[in-house]
């Protein structure tokens, strides 16, 4: 790896290389947290069409189903701080245009759909070439990989899930233009950040007895991410896990919220009790780092993961505002620690060379499960009812949870993971 940076730090100095990644993921997050809830809200005032807006959800994943694995093979072959500039840049400009159609009048759902589309794809690159830049700012050493991603984690749950969501709603009232142009502005600033923040070179040394070749690359990434016995099951229980978040996600609103839905909130009690998460989320993040150095990192990641599926039955057990905002309160911090777990596994046991590729074959799997999840959730409640698809998601997820626990013990982990300093 050709990098400006140190191969290897200490957790709790990580250095200005990665501090400037750290802003830039953090703007692009801001950006993505207006976007991910200021778009559903334009649409939904163009049409009340279910199947319409359906059709949006379905474009924010489906870039993760079909474009990971290729996105992955480029992420390692090119500069990957020059793959987020560009992949950046290109959002920017998307948000630039679609702003220009909404000021002239002509904005339309059709426009909205392209757009979270588009986004997607942007954000596929972006994501997978954020995740591959971790290791060569601040290492493979365990407890570096688990302090940047607990930073990363933080930073992403203030700006997607805890400013985001309440500016993106400050801009829709202001109108579309603004709730499209701001977030253009802050890719924009994400941009210059990594141009003039982060200097040098990040690409993946290739390995010298081997030729590029799309067709086997693709194929590579999948092949060894089902064939590693650390991997595979880490990334089978994800896509098992999301598959059950995104069918909660499809149902816990019409559950909660309405006249006639078991916890009668208001609109606005939502929006305000829904903060919850974002703040557990930045205190898992800050005691992560504390607890792994106590404890086991899978034992840790078991009991976050069983613990989380067990509190997705207080909404279905307890459906109020009170009710609402212990689970979220509770499954925030308990996510963030699990995800610092298992995001600080792959980069430990993947070649530099490779890890774009393996990482996009994961989140093949994590994340193109989600639009299905959501589908089938709906689907379900509507043949058996919402307490039905609530039970559903705590026993899927208790079955997640119990694969990772029989199959990935920590000496499997240690036994297949590289040395700190390699690649």
């Known amino acids: 790896m050709t990098t400006t940076a140190a191969s290897a730090t200490?957790?709790?100095r990580l250095g200005a290389p990665f501090r400037a990644h750290l802003g830039a993921v953090g703007l692009a997050n801001l950006a993505d947290g207006i976007v991910q809830t200021g778009v559903p809200l334009l649409a939904i005032a163009l049409t009340r069409d279910p199947f319409i807006v359906g059709l949006l959800t379905a474009a924010v994943w489906?870039?993760?189903?079909?474009?990971?694995?290729?996105?992955?093979?480029f992420v390692d072959r090119w500069d990957r701080r020059v793959t987020m500039m560009a992949a950046l840049g290109l959002r920017a400009g998307l948000l630039g245009l679609v702003g220009v159609v909404a000021a002239t009048g002509s904005l339309t759902v059709w426009w909205l759909i392209g757009l979270a589309l588009a986004y997607g794809f942007t954000e596929v690159f972006t994501d997978l070439s954020a995740a591959a830049q971790v290791p060569a700012l601040v290492g493979r050493e365990p407890t570096a990989l688990q302090a940047a991603n607990s930073r990363l984690f933080a930073v992403e749950a203030a700006t997607n899930t805890f400013a985001g969501p309440p500016l993106a709603g400050l801009l829709v009232g202001l109108g579309a233009t603004w709730a499209i142009g701001v977030p253009g502005v802050l890719v924009g600033v994400a941009v210059?950040?990594?141009?003039?923040?982060?200097?040098?070179?990040?690409?993946?040394?290739?390995r010298p007895d081997v030729l590029p070749d799309l067709r086997r690359e693709l194929v590579e990434g999948i092949s060894v991410t089902f064939r590693h016995?650390?991997?595979?099951?880490?990334?089978?229980?994800?896509?098992?896990?999301?598959?059950a978040s995104s069918a909660f996600s499809a149902v816990i609103l019409l559950w909660m919220v309405g006249e006639g839905s078991a916890g009668g909130l208001t609109e606005t009690?939502?929006?305000?009790?829904?903060?919850?998460?974002?703040?557990?989320?930045?205190?898992?993040?800050?005691?992560?780092?504390?607890?792994?150095?106590?404890?086991?990192?899978?034992?840790?990641?078991?009991?976050?993961?069983?613990?989380?599926?067990?509190?997705?039955?207080?909404?279905?057990?307890?459906?109020?505002?009170?009710?609402?905002?212990?689970?979220?309160?509770?499954?925030?911090?308990?996510?963030?620690?699990?995800?610092?777990?298992s995001s600080s596994l792959r980069p430990r046991m993947v070649p530099p060379d490779l890890l774009g590729k393996v990482t996009g074959?994961?989140?093949?799997?994590?994340f193109g499960s989600m639009p299905l999840g959501a589908l089938m959730g709906g689907a379900a409640a509507t043949l058996w009812g919402i307490p039905t698809v609530l039970l559903g998601v705590v026993a899927v997820m208790l079955v997640a949870t119990a694969l990772?626990?029989?199959?990935?013990?920590?000496?499997?982990?240690?036994?297949?993971?590289?040395?700190?300093?390699a690649g």
């Open 269 to 341: 009690q939502w929006s305000l009790v829904v903060v919850a998460m974002p703040v557990g989320a930045i205190a898992g993040s800050l005691v992560a780092g504390k607890l792994l150095a106590r404890w086991p990192e899978m034992r840790v990641m078991v009991v976050c993961w069983g613990g989380n599926a067990v509190l997705n039955l207080i909404p279905l057990l307890w459906p109020t505002i009170w009710g609402l905002a212990l689970f979220l309160l509770f499954v925030g911090p308990l996510g963030v620690i699990g995800n610092v777990v």
């Open 192 to 206: 210059l950040v990594l141009l003039t923040c982060l200097r040098g070179r990040f690409v993946a040394e290739a």
């Open 404 to 421: 990772v626990w029989r199959t990935v013990p920590g000496s499997l982990v240690r036994h297949y993971e590289l040395a700190a300093d």
């Open 10 to 12: 200490t957790p709790a």
């Open 62 to 73: 489906l870039p993760w189903l079909v474009g990971a694995p290729l996105a992955g093979v």
């Open 229 to 243: 016995p650390v991997l595979r099951p880490l990334a089978i229980s994800s896509g098992m896990w999301n598959f």
């Open 361 to 366: 074959a994961g989140r093949m799997v994590a």
